[in-house]
């Protein structure tokens, strides 16, 4: 039973809104009067999520920024997560530098952690990580996927492609600057989930999701959520400047249409909320970009500078089968 | 992205109380008016926890149980759950098997799945399976492990011990007659966490846990918590007619004293609360045994039946190092 001693030693930090912490046979949690509860769950797996040899103090805060994101996504504000850990050994190197990656970003959005299980297992392909993140959101001003209006406005965050540069270095199959590659790795290993736009967004986005399997693919959720279409430019779509200077054709398309693990949001809204949207651009430093429409037509077409339909097939999507 | 399918397929079911169900960023609940959330996860590994070649109906019963019992523990009423799955590979039968023993024990408690996440893992080994659950407690009735008092009688429900005879005939270390196996191992398989129970003794019980890794291990962390020491009566405490007929001494102690898995509760209460309980235990029709007494010396000491202090070192326990 040296679990307990294990979630003592790494896992016990003071909590800041919470009523009965790590424990006991379970938490204790009060939320806020007019407040929805917004709940996500993830589990990353060594060698399907992360290498097995993962820097664990990046592992530790990507764990919780990839649920975050889901909070984000919603318009909600994290406030309290649990986790569960499975690991080959008791490595209290690699635990020490996993809580302080974990913590940091717990830090930095103010989350609780409330709960945790560590299991032993036998080999070192075995390291599980399964993270609980709970929210508040005020009751009806949750930002879903099925809210999608024909005529919306289509727009993303940050830039895309980024993290996917990042993998396909690691995986050497991508050979890129120097001076990129700290920019493109850090974008893979360290994402940056976009909590205070999401929380802007109540009232102005019809719908939104945080992009984490590649835009098209996670597009396709609002699409059929909304039971909608969607017309996007490509030419429209940010990216690092690395990848606009140095991939072209399907290369390209790959990564910024179907590239994985950037965690920025992709948000539908009325066209007249488009200044409104520029001004939070402004207020939060960040890029929103407008990619494109939503569509009567139930479909999703990709056009070129050229306004020619690009063949999604290409990158292994077909229309509303890409999930 | 077949995650999205094995979800929808095997654990999209109605739900009763919940605003937001799976499928979008994240699920969306209220919390009563006057209700404190309790949450706990627990995770639970193939080869530690069970067998790669468990019974999946019983694994899935089993996985949420020992997650309700906690709820059970703290007097509170479980309401919500979110599943997370890493399985070798994409066995439909499995997850279609699984899936029916997790909700039937949702049913038989009234809890919502509201999250859900499928990976597919290398191994066998690696079947991993992450819950976590929520409840509602009315705001500062919840029963803690700290509260227990000097002079409080020690209670447990049901008896123990069951489950271990079940996993140790299973690992073929104890022989036990045909008509005893179905009872052990169901024990083992399909534990009934004790809810009805746990509402009922807010207010009577000063502490309360459930014991999932044996008696003596289990009331160390009240006994730690609450700063207080007990004596316990080995012979008070309840357990099956088979151990009590076959088993003896050494081999005695350990299944009653430190047998895991059972998910009885086990909690302290006033002695002017006695009648209160076993009234309760009527009710319920659930045996409630007083097995000791909290005492003011920080020590966990058990008496036999000529009241001789059993040396607890046999047993692998050093006081207060059995955590």
């Known amino acids: 039973m040296a679990e307990f001693e294990l979630i003592e030693q790494h896992f016990t930090r003071l909590t800041r809104h919470t009523n009965l912490g790590i424990g006991d046979d379970a938490a204790l949690i009060s939320v806020s009067e007019g407040m929805e509860l917004a709940i996500s769950a993830d589990m990353l797996v060594s060698g399907t999520h992360f290498f097995a040899d993962a820097d664990p ?38 635990l020490s530098q996993f809580s302080q990656g ?14 945790g299980d560590t299991t032993k297992t036998q080999q070192k392909e075995n390291l599980t990580i399964s993270v609980q993140i709970m929210g508040e959101v005020p009751r009806g001003q949750a930002i879903k996927r099925s809210g999608a209006k024909v005529g919306d406005d289509i727009w993303v965050s940050g ?30 290993h360290m994402p940056a989930p976009r909590v205070d736009l999401g929380i802007v967004l109540r009232g102005i986005a019809n719908s939104c999701l ?8 996670d597009l396709q959720h609002i699409l059929k959520a909304s039971n909608v279409g969607a017309q996007i430019q490509l030419n429209a779509i940010p990216t690092s400047e690395f990848i606009a200077q140095h991939l072209d054709g399907i290369t390209f398309q790959r990564y910024v249409l179907a590239g994985g693990d950037d965690y920025e949001l992709c948000f539908t ?3 007249d909320k488009a200044d409104q949207i520029l001004a939070v651009s402004q207020q939060l430093n960040l890029p929103l970009s407008k990619i494109g429409k939503i569509t009567h037509e139930k479909a999703l077409e990709v056009l070129d500078a050229r306004q020619q339909t690009i063949t999604l097939d290409s990158l292994g999507y077909n229309h509303f089968n890409g999930h």
Do not use: R
């Not at 940091?104 to 609780?112: K, L, Q, R, W």
């Open 57 to 94: 103090y990046q592992l530790g805060w990507k764990s919780l920024a990839v649920n975050v994101s889901d909070m984000a996504a919603m318009g909600a504000v994290p406030k309290w997560v649990t986790l569960a850990i499975a690991l080959p050994q008791q490595d209290d190197v690699w």
């Open 102 to 115: 974990f913590f940091a970003c717990a830090n930095t959005f103010n989350i609780d952690l409330i709960g």
């Open 159 to 188: 830039p895309l492609g980024k993290a996917a540069v990042g993998l396909q270095h690691l995986l050497g199959n991508l050979v890129i600057d120097s001076e990129a590659v700290t920019e493109h790795l850090a974008a893979l």
């Open 210 to 217: 945080d992009i984490s399997d590649g835009l098209l693919g």
């Open 269 to 271: 809204a009325a066209t």
